[in-house]
């Protein structure tokens, strides 16, 4: 197993190849270049239970509900990717329900009214969930993005994932705030 400085580089090696199809330096990436890729790698760094897929070759799915700030060239940098031997796939949704499905879901900011409500409805999936705002996680949330200054950083509600059957490697702890709420 590889050491976990070792895991942290190729972590963010990754990061920067995700970012570079539109541009050389992560910086001038876009906000949403740069979570859209973080979003990709959160997969290499959380374990879902067996039942959170449909079965062994079921795609790893990153939704998205709500408006969808990463626009459809996010799709094309994920295209042809797989984790852990599953396809990654890109789906957005508009219904909750539906969205429950994805093993991956980013919350957009245009549900921030629905917010509680949403969190309660997928309280039983096995879903990621990532949005924007330590808030975010503060409410129940378990990944969330915040900005210091140019640079996206992430905030982490554990136990939010654990009460999901998530398993977030510390490798991905170490890296971000951790926060407590929402029951």
């Avoid at 039942?51 to 939704?63: Q, S, T």
Wanted: charged residues 25%; proline residues 3%.
């Amino acid at each position: 197993m590889p050491s976990v400085a070792r895991r942290l580089f190729v972590f963010f090696v990754l990061l920067g190849t995700l970012c570079a199809g539109c541009t050389t330096y992560a910086e001038e990436a876009s906000e949403y270049q740069i979570k859209g890729a973080f979003l990709f790698k959160f997969a290499s760094f959380v374990e879902w239970p067996a039942n959170a897929f449909a079965d062994e070759k079921a795609p790893l799915v990153i939704g998205i509900l709500g408006d969808d700030p990463f626009g459809r060239d996010f799709d094309e940098r994920i295209s042809g990717h797989a984790i852990g031997g599953r396809a990654v796939t890109v789906r957005r949704y508009r219904n909750v329900a539906d969205a429950a499905k994805a093993q991956i879901l980013f919350i957009s900011s245009s549900e921030r009214e629905r917010l509680p409500a949403i969190l309660d409805a997928l309280k039983d999936s096995k879903a990621l969930t990532v949005g924007d705002g330590e808030m975010f996680t503060r409410r129940g949330g378990m990944v969330g993005f915040i900005m210091s200054g140019a640079s996206v950083r992430f905030c982490i509600n554990n136990d939010a994932a654990k009460r999901a059957g998530l398993k977030v490697s510390a490798e991905l702890l170490r890296l971000a705030k951790i926060v407590s709420g929402g029951e």
